[in-house]
Every structure is written in C-alpha cells, then in structure tokens.
C-alpha cells in the first residue's frame, strides 16, 4: 500500500523536494527562509490563508523551542502539517454497526466520483463484503452505464431505473434491496449537475432525507469527491456541499496528476471535513486510504 500511495505522490514528491532541499540545512532562519517557505507553500497550491496560518504557527514553536537553524526547523514543520492533516480522527471509513453501510456520494461533474464509486466496491468486494451499488445519477445516461460496466469488473449488483427518472426512488429502492438481500455495502451515485446550484442542492437534500427515513442513521458517510487538478476551486465547492448536508468525509482523486497537491493540507484545514481516501491512479485498486504521516514524510523525502 504504502509504495502505490508514494508512487501517487510522485510529481507533488518531485516538487516539493527540490524545493526543500535548498530550504533547509545549516543556515540560520532568516527572513528569506520564511520568505522561501512562503513561496513553496503557494506554488504547491496550499492556499493564502492556509499558508500563513503554517507559517505563524512554525514562527511560534520555533520562538518557543528557541531553535535558529534550518535542519531543526523541518522537523518540527513536518510535526506541524501532520496536526493539520489531523491524522488521529476519524479518517477511517465509518461502518454500520448491523449491515448495511449506506454511503452516500456526493461531488460535481467529472471529479471522478462514478470512478471512486467502483473503486470503493473493489475495495469491499476483496474483503468478502456484499456490495450494492445505486445508480442515482439519472441525469446523465452515461453514469448508469458506467457503473454497469464497472459492477462486473468488481463483482457488484446495480440498482438503476430508466434514465431522467427520480433519482431519490432510484436511492430508495437501493436502500430497500440492500436490506431484503443482506448486503453489507450500498454505494449511492448521486448527479454532479442539475439546472442550478440550487436544485442540485435541494435535490441532494432530498436524497438525504429520503435514505434517513428508509433506514435510521444512515446514510452512515456523507462523502464529498473532489479532483486535485482543480486546486482552490475544490474548497468552494466543498463549501458548497456542506450548506446542504452533514459531509463527514474527502475523497481527493487525481492525486497522481498533480505536481500541486498542497490543496490536500488547503481543502482539509479550511473546510475542517477528514480527508479519507486518495486516488492515484486509473485501476481499480488505486483508490487509497490517506495517511497524513506518510504524506508529509512523502513531501520531504
């Protein structure tokens, strides 16, 4: 797991590590270290206020510990992203006590959320989970398609009804079949584009609604796709989402494509919302669990 998530990283690595390298050694800290620092963190896609959030707490701990060199300075700023990234809570996905799981996916047009969806079954189809996919993008033909394509690749049962048809009673009998068949796992697809933004929000509010009355405390994760390429634009849209319904989790994709992935340490400490999963890679078994620790320690190696 680890060198297929390190292998993801590869051009942010890249990056990051030319950069740091002339950052850090037996140099005093001087204004031009915060200066250089600055200036990584924003071509890394990091963000303005995220930026400087990490450099007045780095300028703190430094102030504090009374440390004046470089090569000491890096620890401590690798300690710093990693409480950014909070790694300690709740990024694992979040099971039902008693099956089924009802997931809940939500992101707009081509951020690879149908993608991450087939790749999520994978994942619990090798487990030895019974997986249900619902196909609740009806607006969009080819989303239905896509996900009958990828459920016999990975060993899924879709749920779908014609297209252009009410995508709440599509996720409605999805979470009635995964009850009457004992599955474990129902991946809801949900549409990425609706006229406005705000029939795509009533319309995931209405979802959600309908999957808590069907079955109490479900849906059990409310996760977001978002794609990497995108930069400061994923955050808005996060923001987005979080106006209608209580997101609980971050899938990140297209990691891999990105020499930019700052927006990894943007998107989770300004929405506040745990970063769960990574893709970084086009198979289906790229779909990763994020590990903060080993993300940082990626940035630097």
């Not at 409480?83 to 939500?106: G, K, R």
């Not at 609740?136 to 879709?158: C, K, M, P, Y």
């Amino acid at each position: 797991m680890l060198d297929k998530f390190l292998k993801g990283l590869l051009r942010t690595r890249e990056a990051f590590k030319s950069r740091f390298g002339s950052l850090f050694g037996n140099k005093e800290i001087n204004h031009e270290f915060y200066d250089e620092l600055e200036e990584i963190l924003l071509t890394a896609d990091v963000g303005v206020e995220t930026t400087m959030k990490i450099i007045d707490s780095l300028k703190d701990r430094l102030k504090k510990l009374k440390v004046n060199k470089r090569s000491t300075a890096q620890d401590i700023l690798k300690d710093l992203l990693v409480e950014i990234l909070n790694s300690q809570h709740n990024t694992d996905l979040v099971l039902a006590p008693e099956p089924p799981t009802i997931f809940l996916i939500l992101g707009v047009n081509g951020v690879g959320k149908t993608t991450s969806i087939a790749k999520m079954a994978y994942r619990f189809t090798q487990e030895g989970k019974k997986v249900l996919l619902a196909a609740g993008d009806t607006f969009r033909a080819a989303a239905i398609e896509q996900l009958d394509e990828w459920s016999n690749i990975v060993g899924a049962e879709v749920i779908k009804h014609q297209g252009g048809g009410d995508p709440s009673a599509v996720i409605y009998d999805a979470v009635n079949a995964s009850i009457a068949r004992k599955a474990d796992i129902l991946l809801c697809d949900t549409a990425g584009r609706l006229h406005t933004k705000a029939n795509l929000l009533e319309e995931v509010k209405k979802i959600h609604r309908v999957i808590n009355k069907t079955l109490p405390h479900a849906p059990h994760e409310i996760l977001l796709v978002l794609d990497a390429i995108t930069g400061q634009n994923a955050i808005s849209q996060a923001r987005y989402f979080q106006d209608a319904v209580p997101v609980s989790g971050l899938i990140l994709t297209k990691l891999d494509g990105t020499a930019r992935g700052g927006i990894v340490l943007a998107v989770k400490d300004l929405t506040g919302i745990p970063l769960k999963l990574v893709g970084v890679g086009e198979k289906k078994e790229d779909l990763q669990a994020f590990n903060a620790p080993k993300f940082v320690e990626a940035l630097f190696s």
